[in-house]
Nanobody, 127 residues
Framework: QVQLVESGGGLVQPGGSLRLSCAASGFTLDDYIITWFRQAPGKEREGVSCISRSSVNKNYADSIKGRFTISRDNAKNTAYLQMNSLKPEDTAVYYC????????????????????WGKGTLVTVSS
């Protein structure tokens, strides 16, 4: 079965950290560009970070730049989003998504045309 499964969400205090994982099954993540999205209550979904197949190209939304780090381990068929210095405004459901792309192609966080989507993991930042 082809799927992406996110994990690692939860409740964390402001200033805390979480690491989200995105595990792929049924396909080889190595062939795909990965994007993390989030959707806060009452807001539209937004792309927050993306990573190219080779990990050379990474992009971040201004709102999370310097606090979040995207990475991938193709051998484990998994991508990650390390989130540090979390703020209440980071509260959202976080989704990972993937689309097939050329090896040397960069990524864009404003692209929403994906081949696969996960079901999301909830991150709540609150004291």
């Amino acid at each position: 079965q082809v799927q992406l499964v996110e994990s690692g969400g939860g409740l964390v205090q402001p200033g805390g950290s979480l690491r989200l994982s995105c595990a792929a099954s049924g396909f080889t993540l190595d062939d795909y560009i990965i994007t993390w999205f989030r959707q806060a209550p009452g807001k539209e979904r937004e792309g927050v970070s993306c990573i190219s197949r080779s990990s050379v190209n990474k992009n971040y939304a201004d709102s999370i730049k310097g606090r979040f780090t995207i990475s991938r381990d193709n051998a484990k068929n998994t991508a990650y989003l390390q989130m540090n210095s979390l703020k209440p405004e980071d509260t959202a459901v976080y989704y990972c998504a993937a689309y097939r792309g050329r090896l040397l192609l960069g990524c864009r966080i404003d692209r929403s045309d994906m081949d696969y989507w996960g079901k999301g993991t909830l991150v709540t930042v609150s004291s």
